[in-house]
């Protein structure tokens, strides 16, 4: 079992930045493929980004690639999101969500294959 607990999300103008983070508890961490998803009000929940269980490899939504950076520290059991170039359609509540893969997966972009899930945080962003 993996809890996960989303961090740092807040109000913040058109054009700035937020560094979301996730804790997540257990000893196995780095043996999970994680990312990020979030969903607007009125919207379904979309995929954002996602790192496999080292961080060598990761993946964006066409929305947020340029502008956002996933990245993890596997010895703090730490997700981050670095999100840059904030625009008022990044509002929504953001979640991360973890899926054991061993040290042999990758990374995965659909909602279905991630097991655990954290509540989120909500960003919103001012025009």
């Known amino acids: 079992q993996v809890q996960l607990v989303e961090s740092g999300g807040g109000l913040v103008q058109a054009g700035g930045s937020l560094r979301l983070s996730c804790g997540a508890s257990?000893?196995?961490?780095?043996?999970?493929?994680m990312g990020w998803f979030r969903q607007a009000p009125g919207k379904e929940r979309e995929f954002v980004a996602a790192?496999?269980?080292?961080?060598?490899?990761?993946g964006y939504a066409d929305s947020v690639k340029g502008r956002f950076t996933i990245s993890r520290d596997n010895a703090k059991n730490a997700l981050y999101l670095q999100m840059n170039s904030l625009k008022p359609e990044d509002t929504a509540v953001y979640y991360c969500?973890?899926?054991?893969?061993?040290?042999?997966?990758?990374?995965?972009?659909?909602?279905?294959?991630?097991?655990?899930w954290g509540q989120g945080t909500q960003v919103t962003v001012s025009a």
């Open positions: 969500a973890a899926k054991p893969t061993g040290i042999s997966g990758g990374y995965y972009y659909t909602e279905a294959s991630y097991d655990y």
């Open positions: 257990g000893r196995i961490f780095s043996t999970y493929g």
């Open positions: 790192i496999n269980w080292s961080g060598g490899s990761t």
